[in-house]
Nanobody, 121 residues
Framework: QVQLVESGGGLVQAGGSLRLSCAAS????????MGWYRQAPGKQREFLAT?????????ADSVKGRFSISRDSAKNTVYLYLQMNTLVPEDTAVYYC?????????????WGQGTQVSVSS
């Protein structure tokens, strides 16, 4: 199993920046890719960005140029980051960290508890 803990959310004014963090622990050797998603009230969960274990990234067009994903690792923990710049009120949502794992023929997605980001106009 993989445990994910997000942090870094909060209230920011439009035009500001935030950096979200996600710490992954447990069976981190099984992680193939990690990503960020968000869900605004009344809307479906939205893909933002992913990064594979070998560093390849993919981003949604809606956040290209404003958000960037990165990762780092320590002995037993993988850290995932989302740098968010030039925030707008439409970025207000709960942001979730995701870890896609694979062991043999089985794959599984883990999710963090979410961190609230609120952008005021």
């Amino acid at each position: 199993q993989v445990q994910l803990v997000e942090s870094g959310g909060g209230l920011v004014q439009a035009g500001g920046s935030l950096r979200l963090s996600c710490a992954a622990s447990g069976s981190i050797f099984s992680i193939q890719a990690m990503g960020w998603y968000r869900q605004a009230p009344g809307k479906q969960r939205e893909f933002l960005a992913t990064i594979t274990s070998d560093g390849r990234t993919n981003q949604a067009d809606s956040v290209k140029g404003r958000f960037s994903i990165s990762r780092d690792s320590a002995k037993n923990t993988v850290y995932l980051y989302l740098q968010m710049n030039t925030l707008v009120p439409e970025d207000t949502a709960v942001y979730y960290c995701n870890a896609h794992t694979a062991r043999g023929h089985q794959s599984y997605d883990y999710w963090g508890q979410g961190t609230q980001v609120s952008v005021s106009s």
